[in-house]
């Protein structure tokens, strides 16, 4: 069956390792990532207006995905309310759309940054970074959540799992 696992955390949570190793056991699992579709569908525009307008481009996605029945696991930050109130809306279907908060603390994100950009927007070379100079709303009241800097991916991933079949999705 289809759903939309729509995973928002800091960056350098967790989001994409965990879609990915779901795509590992999950059928046909999409993968829809905010790094890679931002370079083509919403290119360098880190305002409140461009990431609203980005989630709600990858949101439409997810829908046309799941109308031809393909699982679909979301990585993007979505790091306000409204983004994540529009991907719900959007989809359209509750028993298909679960939101998935991957928390972890921003000390670890920073450790696990490989692309040394946490570094760079505390030197303020990128701006709107979320987390440092942009806010994450944390969600309060997911679908699911993940404790990445408590849990190991498998134990991550197994949670996902578990929570999708009860859910009769997976």
């Not at 939309?4 to 949570?13: I, R």
């Not at 795509?23 to 461009?50: C, H, M, Y």
């Not at 509750?94 to 921003?106: A, M, N």
Request: glycine share 4%.
């Amino acid at each position: 069956m289809a759903f939309v696992v729509w995973m928002t955390g800091l960056p350098c949570s967790g989001k994409t390792t965990i879609v990915r190793t779901m795509q590992k056991v999950v059928p046909n699992l999409a993968i829809l990532d905010g790094d890679e579709l931002r370079e083509w569908l919403s290119p360098k525009d880190f305002t409140k207006e461009g990431r609203v307008e980005h989630n709600k481009k990858v949101a439409h996605l997810a829908k046309l995905l799941i109308k031809h029945n393909v699982p679909v696991g979301v990585s993007l930050v979505s790091p306000f309310f409204e983004n994540r109130a529009d991907a719900r809306k959007i989809v359209g279907d509750d028993s298909k759309f679960f939101e998935v908060y991957v928390k972890c603390s921003l000390e670890e994100c920073e450790t696990r940054d490989v692309k040394g950009m946490y570094k760079k927007a505390r030197a303020n070379e990128i701006k709107q970074f979320t987390g440092v100079s942009d806010p994450y709303d944390i969600p309060t009241n997911p679908d699911f959540v993940v404790e990445t800097d408590k849990e190991t991916l498998d134990e991550s991933v197994q949670k996902m799992l578990s929570f999708l079949k009860s859910k009769n999705v997976a």
